[in-house]
């Protein structure tokens, strides 16, 4: 299953809030994940299930969406969310989408 | 405090061989599904291998389906990934993550690279 994101290259300020899309191929239900990946770190579970928070990740961050559209909002951009960020989906195999760097304005 | 140490990397030959391991610690390993997930330079993130609890299980993308093999002992904590016949286009960072009831993977190692070259 194809997962499409976009756009590829975000630019915000802090206190800005940011919306991240994910489009998959095909109907995924809610098998839907996201990951925080920083430079040169190991990527982190951000979301499960579309919109379930992981245990210690900041509420700023929430997931919606079902079927083939997802989006991860960031509701106040902080200086420490400058990240890649990585949606993947579970429904069929396991497959991400290429990213979306975030950057500050 | 879950941990994730992956070692084995390299650089290695087409063709060749390599071994990673991972080693776990801070949750109870044997009550888990394990993966590999790779990371090609400044690429996106691909799903190498998936182990069941006990090891009887094993399932693996067309990618890599003959060429690549993950195995675990419960009794070590540990995580391996035999890859055989190795291409140019497996040069990736390799990471070992737990992979939550075969749907996301909520903890990652801090990756191992490995580079094949002649």
């Known amino acids: 299953i194809q997962m499409t994101q976009s756009p590829s290259l975000l630019s915000a300020s802090v206190g800005d809030r940011v919306t991240l899309s994910c489009k998959a191929g095909q109907n995924i239900n809610n098998y839907l994940a996201w990951y925080q990946q920083k430079l040169g770190e190991a990527p982190k579970l951000l979301i499960y299930n579309a919109n379930s928070l992981q245990t210690g990740i900041p509420s700023r961050f929430s997931g919606s969406g079902s079927g083939t559209d997802f989006t991860l909002t960031i509701s106040s951009l902080q200086p420490e969310d400058v990240a890649t960020y990585f949606c993947q989906q579970y429904y069929s195999g396991y497959t991400f989408g290429a990213g979306t760097k975030l950057e500050l304005k | 405090e879950v941990q994730l140490v992956e070692s084995g990397g390299g650089l290695v030959q087409p063709g060749r061989s390599l071994k990673l391991s991972c080693a776990a610690s801070g949750f109870t390993f044997s009550n888990y599904y394990m993966a590999w997930v790779r990371q090609a330079p400044k690429k996106g993130l691909e799903w190498v291998a998936t182990?069941?609890?006990?090891?009887?299980?094993?399932y693996y993308p067309d990618s890599v389906k003959g060429r690549f093999t993950i195995s675990r002992d419960n009794a070590k904590s540990s995580l391996y990934l035999q890859m055989n016949s190795l291409k140019s286009e497996d040069t990736a960072t390799y990471y070992c993550?737990?992979?939550?009831?075969?749907?996301?993977?909520?903890?990652w190692g801090q990756g191992v690279m490995v580079t094949v070259s002649s």
């Open positions: 993550a737990r992979h939550t009831s075969t749907t996301h993977f909520d903890y």
């Open positions: 182990i069941s609890t006990s090891g009887s299980r094993t």
